[in-house]
């Protein structure tokens, strides 16, 4: 029996992340030392005070196995309220303002199959988290690319989407500091300006800031909602994936003006149930805990950071320090560039089980750059560098 999948599916590009996923499961068959800085998977472990807490609920407060309150139990949601005006001086009204989520990506998905109608144009960053261009094909909308390029400090250029298409799009999505570019916003006005067009053509700008507190060198990551009028048309996502090394936990949430929250809100309660209650408490235990979890680990991609930059160095690569995030955004060097991202990412793997994610993963203005993640170990960085060095000649 053939079953066809449906049309949606067909139209997503292909999923290059499974490629690059297949030639890791085919080199750890081949034995080889697998040194892995593809996904943003983090290796640091989630702090013992939120593991702690979810093994207390489990086991000792029997009514947390039910389901759980899918917009976030009120505790989730005043918490997340108080960490806002704690971090950064913005009030949350945690009723309204407030909506708890399965992980960012899954809001993003499901923001997008809230909000657009066959045809409905959406703006998206490019190179970009997939889930943005992808969240909108599988709810039938138009993806307008806005290109991120390295003289433009990876910002887009508003000036440059024609009035025709602003006009018939619905959501634009921004993300600083940014994966996969690990660009940061070093100009606020860039925000108010974002927020200027949002208002001008009608158009609901979300804002993801799940890198907001991996942040080096004394920079510190504002969020959006702090800007006048940001609430009339923003609504910001967070993840506890990066800040706390919670990824596999998939808890989020997403904050900002109460009309655009609500009817996601209601999408989602006819296809989730939300976010397991002992989950919403680790998290909680996690906003309310001492900082200090999230300096360290800080200082632990702070260190890969300058440690990877410094090998790649030696070796002839030169590739800026990022301010933000856990990658380095690293234009091909001139000898490979001709081969482009995938295939030079391919055999790194293949030759010297080096894994990074190609920059065409991430929208075709991503081509000509690879992305490495700081997720492992600080001694393996000066043998991922070596290797290169072996492509490369
Ligand atoms: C920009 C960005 N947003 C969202 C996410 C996903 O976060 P979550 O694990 O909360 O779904 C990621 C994960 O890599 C990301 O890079």
Known sequence: MKIIPSEKLDKLPPYIFSRINQLKIEAFA?????????????????????????????????????YPQAKGMPKFRNTVAEWFAGRFDVKLNPNTEVLALIGSKEGVAHLCMTYLNPGDVALVPDPGYPVYYNGVILAGGVVHRMPLLSENKFLPDFSKIPASVAKKAKIMFLNYPNNPTAAI????????????????????????????ELTFDDYVSPTILQFPGAKDVCVEFHSFSKTFSMCGWRVGFVVGNEDIIKPLEKFKSFVDYGVPTFIQLSAVQALTGSRDCIKETINTYKRRRDKFV????????????????????????????????????????????VVC???????????????FSLVTHDNRFHDAALRLKKVLK
Not at 48 to 66: G, P, Q
């Open 30 to 66: 081949k034995k080889l030392d697998v040194i892995d800085l593809g996904m943003g998977n983090p290796d640091i472990p989630t702090p013992n005070h939120v593991v702690e807490r979810a093994c207390d609920t489990i086991k000792n407060h029997s009514k947390t196995h039910r």
């Open 357 to 371: 994610s190609p920059g065409v993963a991430f929208g075709e203005y991503g081509e000509g750059y690879v992305r």
């Open 185 to 212: 916003v070093e100009d606020n006005n860039f925000y108010k300006e974002a927020i200027a067009f949002a208002k001008k053509y009608n158009i609901i700008l979300v804002h993801d800031n799940a890198y907001s």
């Open 310 to 353: 410094a090998e790649l160095g030696k070796i002839g690569w030169d590739v800026e320090k990022p301010k933000a995030t856990m990658y380095l955004w690293a234009q091909l060097p001139k000898k490979v560039k001709d081969m482009g991202s995938l295939k030079f990412s391919e055999m790194l793997i293949k030759d010297q089980g």
